[in-house]
Nanobody, 119 residues
Framework: QVQLVESGGGLVQPGGSLRLSCAAS????????MAWYRQAPGKQRELVAL???????NYGDSVKGRFTISRDNAKNTVYLQMNSLRPEDTAVYYC?????????????WGQGTQVTVSS
């Protein structure tokens, strides 16, 4: 069994910063790609950032230059540093991690953490 626990969301003023964390635990053999998605009310879930096993990254156009994804393989944790936040960044943020267990290789999702950017 695998669990993903997210933390770091909250309320921040425009121009501010937040750092999200997502820690994986359980019967994990290997962790592959790790990613952050977000979903705003009335909108589809969208990719924010992705980081591969080798450290290559990919960002959604709306966050390039403002957000940075990183990972700590020793801690099975992925981070999202969010700077210069805008009201349109308001959403529930989810981590998604590709994990190998004894039973399967598959994608696991965190429970979501609310990020609200407002003055």
């Amino acid at each position: 069994q695998v669990q993903l626990v997210e933390s770091g969301g909250g309320l921040v003023q425009p121009g501010g910063s937040l750092r999200l964390s997502c820690a994986a635990s359980g019967s994990i053999l290997s962790i592959y790609a790790m990613a952050w998605y977000r979903q705003a009310p009335g909108k589809q879930r969208e990719l924010v950032a992705l980081i591969t096993t080798g450290g290559s990254t990919n960002y959604g156009d709306s966050v390039k230059g403002r957000f940075t994804i990183s990972r700590d393989n020793a801690k099975n944790t992925v981070y999202l540093q969010m700077n210069s936040l805008r009201p349109e960044d308001t959403a529930v943020y989810y981590c998604k991690v590709n994990i190998a267990t004894m039973q399967k290789i598959g994608d696991y999702w965190g429970q979501g953490t609310q990020v609200t950017v407002s003055s």
